[in-house]
Each structure stands twice: as C-alpha cells, then as structure tokens.
C-alpha cells in the first residue's frame, strides 16, 4: 500500500511553537525556572475559568498530587472507573488507597446510579464518613473521567458526593475545553466543578507540551499545597528547609513555552474536531452495522477522540483495526479493564455489564486537528468495504 500513511492523533504544530520554544532557548531559561511557566498556568487558569492552576509535568503527576491534596492516604478507598487509561487510577495506589471499580453509562464515564447502588448496598454512615462495611475502610473519594472529551454526569455525581460525604476528584486529562451549555451549570468546564481536577498535556491530547499536566481545585489552600507538593515541599527558599515530602513534578519553561503556542490555537483545533466528528458521523452512523457514538447533550465536547461503535455482532474488533492497518490507517481499541489489570484483579466491582460491551466494541478511528478530508475519506471508505 503506497497511500500516506493516517495516523490516529499527532500533534498540530502550525501556530507560534517554535518562535516561543526559541524565546526559551535563547533566554537560556529551559529548565524549572523562567516566566512561561506561571503565564501558561495563568492562561490556562483563564481559559477554564478559575483563579489559579498549577503546572506539573504529567497528567499523572496531576492526579498523584490531586490525590495528596484531597488528603487521600493509605487505607482509605476511592470509587473509580474501569473504562479508562490505567493513570487515572494508579494515583490512588500511590497514595497507598483502594479503588473501588464502577461501571459506567452511555457517556462512558462512571454512572451515577450505579456508583449510588454500590454506595446504598455497601456503606453506611459512620461519624459523618463513608466506610465500606465490608472492608471497615473509609470511603473517602469518588474519581470521576471525563473520557474521551465527553461530560461525565456531574450534577447527579456531585449530588451523591454530598449525600455521602466523598471528595470529588475530575480527571479531566481527556477533556480540557468540554463545558455545560445549559443547567445548572452552565458555563462551567470540566475538571472545574469538583474538589480537584487534572488536565494532561501529552502528546495525543488536544494540546501538549510534549509531556505535562495542570492541576486546579476549588479550594485556594489546595491549589498553593498541589504547587508547593510539585516543588520539593520547599519551607524556606535559601536554607533548603523542607516540611514534608516532596516531589520534583515541576513543568519546564521549554515545554510551557510549546503550550502557550498551543493554547492559542485551542478553539481552532475544536472546531476541527467537531467537524470531522460530523463527517464521519454523516458518512458512518448507522450504515454497515456502525454506530458514531454521541457526546452528551446540553454540553460543548472538545470531541477528543471518536468512537466507531461495532454494533453489527459480524463485526470483530481486532479484525477491524487490522483491516484499516492494511489500508494504512491507524486505529486502536479502548483500553482492557482497569479491574482486569495484574495489580487490580482483586479489587471489588459492581455494575461493569455496559464497560465490557464497550471494550468490546469500540474502535479509536483518526482525529488529529491536522486531519483532512480526503484523509477521512479514506478512514470512511475502507470501513464501508467491510
Ligand atoms: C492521558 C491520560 C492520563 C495521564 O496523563 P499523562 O499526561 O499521559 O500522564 C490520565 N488519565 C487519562 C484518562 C488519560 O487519558
């Protein structure tokens, strides 16, 4: 097969990368130092409308510090999702806690109901904590994913966060530029309505750094710890006094320079994605045993990635994927159960029916911000010879 080769999501470098990544270089400001840093956690703390951010070097790091602010800690556990990257989960392990897997609903986040029958059969209320009767341990979080750019429930999961007294904790490393456009939060983005949220810069998300996260939370206090955590836990600047554990998680002035270029271009590279969500969705939804699995209603997605549902049982998943890799075009499935993981398998579980059907069905097709027509075309095209 001759044909260019259709990559499944690449960065988009066409705005001020290198002029900015330059700037840093000629300043000789490269490393942990430098004023990109703190403009680039002011502007995406502008952009996702909350007083500050704070910059760490992954989505992961994000979500361990997350963890450590929210004061999660050893013992305690965490209702989590199974239909999602593994990082998402591991922070709770680092911080020695449990998860608890939930399955989800048809946004492919964790589902409400089923996170509040787990709750309603499993826990009670002891001196104001959640404690799982079972296992005795505090229930003390609940770790939602916005997966795929797509809104997880929010209204119903702050709901029941209250009603039992947990944490809510938004890893929205999927989803940085999804909001509400109506209800009760209107206008409100996500990783912004919980007690902590995390964004990720990686590579394949909607804009990078190369590798970076940021960290936000409603809780001022939380933020300045999220920021002091990252640094080494730095009491006192010259005498190198430190009062408590710290990490080295800090961003670099190169890497906030390739995101400050990147933000800029942010609303374009939606744009983008919503447009050739709606080609594919006109050209595949419904035909061929496929469905194009829909965002939410009442929000605006970044439509990160886009799921091609095989809902005709002829359709194999795998023989899909190489299928189109014959054609030169490269797709993946959605990830394998986190509860299915070596280190997860015995964790507890309920509701998991609709994330196997999902893992079982969809399939990742190419939506880089870089992508064109004749490219989607193509995407289209092999999948109808099917
Ligand atoms: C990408 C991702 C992460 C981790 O972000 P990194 O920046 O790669 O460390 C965590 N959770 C989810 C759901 C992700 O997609």
Same mark, same amino acid.
């Given at each position: ?5 259709i990559?499944?999501?690449?960065p ?12 840093a270089?000629?300043s000789?400001?490269?490393s942990?130092?430098?004023?990109k ?10 952009y996702v ?10 989505g992961t790091?994000g ?5 450590m602010i929210a ?5 305690d556990?965490?209702?989590a999702?199974?239909l999602t ?5 591991n922070?709770?392990?680092?911080v ?11 946004s ?13 059969a ?16 505090h ?12 809104m ?7 709901a029941?966060?209250?009603?039992y ?7 929205a490393?999927e ?8 209800g ?12 902590a ?7 394949n ?13 409603n ?13 080494q ?7 190198f ?12 002035? +190169?890497q906030?320079?390739? #995101?400050l270029?990147? @933000?800029?271009?942010? $609303? *374009?590279f939606?744009?983008? /994605?919503?447009?050739?969500y ?5 050209? +595949?939804?419904?035909?061929? #045993?496929?469905?194009? @699995?829909?965002?939410? $209603? *009442?929000?605006?997605?970044? /439509?990160w ?6 809902e005709?049982?002829r359709?194999?998943r795998d ?8 054609? *030169? ?15 997860y398998?015995?964790n ?13 069905k ?5 939506c ?6 004749e490219?989607?075309?193509?995407v289209?095209d092999a999948l109808l010879?099917?």
């Amino acid at each position: 097969m001759s044909e260019k080769f259709i990559p499944l999501s690449v960065p988009n470098f066409a705005g001020n990368e290198k002029e900015y990544v330059n700037e840093a270089v000629v300043s000789e400001w490269v490393s942990t130092g430098g004023s990109k840093v703190g403009e680039f956690e002011e502007k995406i703390a502008e952009y996702v409308h909350m007083p500050r951010a704070v910059a760490c070097n992954s989505g992961t790091s994000g979500l361990h510090l997350a963890m450590m602010i929210a004061g999660v800690g050893r013992g305690d556990e965490v209702l989590a999702p199974t239909l999602t990257f593994i990082a998402a989960v591991n922070p709770i392990r680092y911080v020695g806690a449990e998860p608890v897997f939930i399955g989800c609903d048809d946004s492919l986040c964790m589902s409400p109901k089923l996170a509040e029958e787990w709750l309603a059969a499993h826990t009670e209320m002891r001196d104001g904590k959640c404690v799982n009767k079972r296992t005795g341990a505090h229930v003390k979080a609940l770790l939602v994913v916005h997966v795929f750019g797509n809104m997880a429930d929010i209204i119903s999961l702050r709901a029941l966060c209250e009603k039992y007294s947990l944490l809510l904790i938004e890893d929205a490393t999927e989803a940085l530029g999804t909001y509400y456009t109506e209800g009760a939060l209107k206008g409100k983005m996500a990783g912004t309505m919980g007690d902590a949220g995390v964004y990720s810069f990686n590579g394949n998300k909607l804009i990078t750094t190369g590798a970076g996260g940021m960290v936000v939370s409603n809780h001022a206090d939380w933020a300045e710890h999220a920021k002091h955590l990252s640094t080494q836990a730095k009491a006192d600047e010259l005498q190198f006094l430190h009062d408590e554990i710290g990490y080295n998680y800090r961003l670099t002035n +190169l890497q906030a320079a390739l #995101g400050l270029a990147q @933000l800029e271009q942010i $609303e *374009g590279f939606i744009a983008h /994605k919503h447009e050739m969500y709606d080609f594919y969705k006109e050209q +595949l939804d419904g035909k061929n #045993g496929f469905r194009i @699995l829909p965002f939410a $209603e *009442g929000i605006r997605s970044n /439509k990160w990635f886009y799921s091609l549902y095989l809902e005709d049982a002829r359709h194999d998943r795998d023989a899909v994927i190489e299928h189109l890799k014959k054609h *030169g075009i490269q797709s993946r499935p959605v990830w394998a159960l986190i509860n299915e993981q070596a280190d997860y398998a015995r964790n507890e579980t309920y509701g998991l029916e609709l994330a196997q059907d999902y893992r079982a069905k969809i399939v990742n097709i190419p939506c880089s911000t870089n992508l064109t027509k004749e490219d989607a075309q193509r995407v289209v095209d092999a999948l109808l010879a099917l």
